[in-house]
């Protein structure tokens, strides 16, 4: 019988679940969390957050345990990698699943969050490949042909720019410009050459959401989403609309999961920007994301 697999990543806003055996993947699930809540501010993971995030634990090493899995790779990305008590968390998983979760360095969750986006789409795309991750505390970008020549981790995310700057509903224009502010200061930072990407492909729930809603899906359809080609000007458009709405117009739109509807403003002002600095006219939708990363270095035999 074929090993069974898990992956786990936890990041600001969301942790995922991905069991997979051989290049069937078994089960995907996403919760949405809010691990980084006010951790821009306190530099701590509040009670509450982790008081979320260990439910959705507690039911991930459920289906651990229905499903048999043998072996278990629990990454965690940005807020913790910030937080002062990340004690209180590891030992939590810890305690509920057996495995130590991994705080990724900013440079290790890049190089998982390229392995996973780009093996899919091998030989399809004209190279160098931009691949980029909006998470609820940091972006990920990373530029490579096979494997990545260069990548950042930069502290902004729709969690951390929303609690920053986004304070009215809907935001004030002084606000979505200083949000995009902050923004353009990390781009021009950046050791990412955006502009020298010749395709560019976006993945994690910020750009996978705002798909969804751009192509007026009835329901978040993953399948619908995957590998989907749109455009930049299209989505500058549709995000500037976006932006404008109120968290509970955001809630209507169909696709939109209501655990995400007031901090995908800011995440999806990041994603624009990205786009814009880069040439590139279109780019695809990739569903494959740093949890295809992480499950890969789960397969084969145990070092």
């Given at each position: 019988?074929?090993?069974?697999?898990?992956?786990?990543?936890?990041?600001?806003?969301?942790?995922?679940?991905?069991?997979?055996?051989?290049?069937?993947?078994?089960?995907?699930?996403?919760?949405?969390?809010?691990?980084?809540?006010?951790?821009?501010?306190?530099?701590?993971?509040?009670?509450?957050?982790?008081?979320?995030?260990?439910?959705?634990?507690?039911?991930?090493?459920?289906?651990?345990?229905?499903?048999?899995?043998?072996?278990?790779?629990?990454?965690?990305?940005?807020?913790?990698?910030?937080?002062?008590?990340?004690?209180?968390?590891?030992?939590?998983?810890?305690?509920?699943l057996g495995v130590t979760p991994e705080v990724l360095s900013g440079a290790e969750e890049a190089a998982l969050v390229f392995a996973g986006a780009v093996a899919p789409l091998e030989?399809?795309?004209?190279?160098?490949?931009?691949?980029?991750?909006?998470?609820?505390?940091s972006t990920e970008l990373v530029l490579g042909g096979g494997t990545p020549d260069v990548a950042v981790s930069m502290d902004i995310g729709s969690v951390?720019?929303?609690?920053?700057?986004?304070?009215?509903?809907?935001?004030?224009?002084?606000?979505?410009?200083?949000?995009?502010?902050?923004?353009?200061?990390?781009?021009?930072?950046?050791?990412?050459?955006?502009?020298?990407?010749?395709?560019?492909?976006?993945?994690?729930?910020?750009?996978?959401?705002?798909?969804?809603?751009?192509?007026?899906?009835?329901?978040?359809?993953?399948?619908?989403?995957?590998?989907?080609?749109?455009?930049?000007?299209?989505?500058?458009?549709?995000?500037?609309?976006?932006?404008?709405?109120?968290?509970?117009?955001?809630?209507?739109?169909?696709?939109?999961?209501?655990?995400?509807?007031?901090?995908?403003?800011?995440?999806?002002?990041?994603?624009?920007?990205?786009?814009?600095?880069?040439?590139?006219?279109?780019?695809?939708?990739?569903?494959?994301?740093?949890?295809?990363?992480?499950?890969?270095?789960?397969?084969?035999?145990?070092?």
């Amino acid at each position: 019988m074929a090993e069974r697999i898990a992956a786990i990543d936890c990041g600001t806003n969301s942790i995922k679940l991905l069991i997979g055996e051989e290049s069937q993947v078994l089960v995907r699930e996403s919760r949405m969390v809010r691990l980084g809540q006010g951790v821009d501010t306190t530099g701590l993971l509040a009670p509450e957050a982790l008081g979320r995030t260990f439910a959705a634990v507690d039911e991930f090493a459920e289906l651990v345990r229905t499903y048999r899995v043998t072996r278990i790779r629990f990454c965690a990305t940005s807020a913790t990698r910030d937080a002062a008590n990340a004690e209180v968390f590891t030992e939590g998983v810890r305690e509920r699943l057996g495995v130590t979760p991994e705080v990724l360095s900013g440079a290790e969750e890049a190089a998982l969050v390229f392995a996973g986006a780009v093996a899919p789409l091998e030989g399809e795309l004209e190279t160098p490949v931009l691949v980029v991750d909006v998470g609820g505390g940091s972006t990920e970008l990373v530029l490579g042909g096979g494997t990545p020549d260069v990548a950042v981790s930069m502290d902004i995310g729709s969690v951390r720019l929303h609690e920053r700057h986004l304070h009215d509903d809907p935001p004030l224009p002084e606000q979505v410009a200083a949000c995009v502010d902050d923004i353009d200061r990390h781009l021009r930072r950046s050791p990412v050459p955006v502009g020298d990407a010749r395709s560019v492909i976006g993945t994690s729930g910020t750009i996978k959401t705002l798909a969804a809603a751009m192509l007026a899906l009835p329901f978040y359809d993953r399948d619908a989403i995957d590998g989907v080609e749109l455009g930049v000007a299209d989505t500058a458009a549709y995000v500037e609309r976006l932006v404008g709405m109120t968290v509970a117009e955001r809630r209507a739109i169909p696709s939109m999961h209501p655990g995400r509807a007031d901090v995908i403003g800011a995440g999806a002002l990041i994603w624009t920007r990205v786009l814009q600095s880069s040439e590139v006219s279109h780019y695809r939708v990739s569903e494959a994301d740093i949890l295809y990363g992480i499950a890969s270095t789960l397969v084969g035999p145990d070092e």
